[in-house]
């Protein structure tokens, strides 16, 4: 979804993760990309094409995205679980391309947690 409460959990263990999200967020939200920056202190990226092939290529590491963003926030509903991956592959050529590990991860219940 657009909140992924998960993502804060790995952050405050590992706070060397970069956060890949929308391109809107990282590109077109300054507030809301300042306030996860340089507040929260994370670091953040996007998940663009071209944002990809920067981070990987200058080997920056460990990355972690959140694939879903609206389009999963606009399905969910109460008590069910569902994931919107159609049309979301193109990590995984660059993975392979840059040596990336993938470590599937899933926040089971995270729909529920705003009723």
């Not at 263990?13 to 507040?39: K, N, Q, T």
């Not at 981070?55 to 959140?66: A, H, R, T």
Request: hydrophobic share 40%; proline share 6%; aromatic share 14%.
């Amino acid at each position: 979804g657009i909140a992924s409460l998960g993502v804060f959990t790995l952050l405050n263990e590992r706070p060397e993760v970069r956060i890949l999200s929308s391109p809107y967020l990282y590109h077109y939200a300054p507030v809301f990309r300042l306030a996860v920056e340089c507040l929260m202190g994370f670091k953040m990226g996007s998940v663009l094409p071209a944002d990809l092939h920067r981070w990987m290529s200058e080997g920056d590491s460990p990355l972690m995205m959140v694939p879903g963003g609206f389009h999963e926030a606009t399905i969910t509903c109460a008590g069910k679980e569902r994931a919107f991956l159609q049309n979301r592959r193109g990590f995984v050529k660059y993975a392979l391309r840059y040596g990336y590990d993938l470590v599937p991860c899933y926040g089971f219940g995270e729909n529920d947690l705003m009723h």
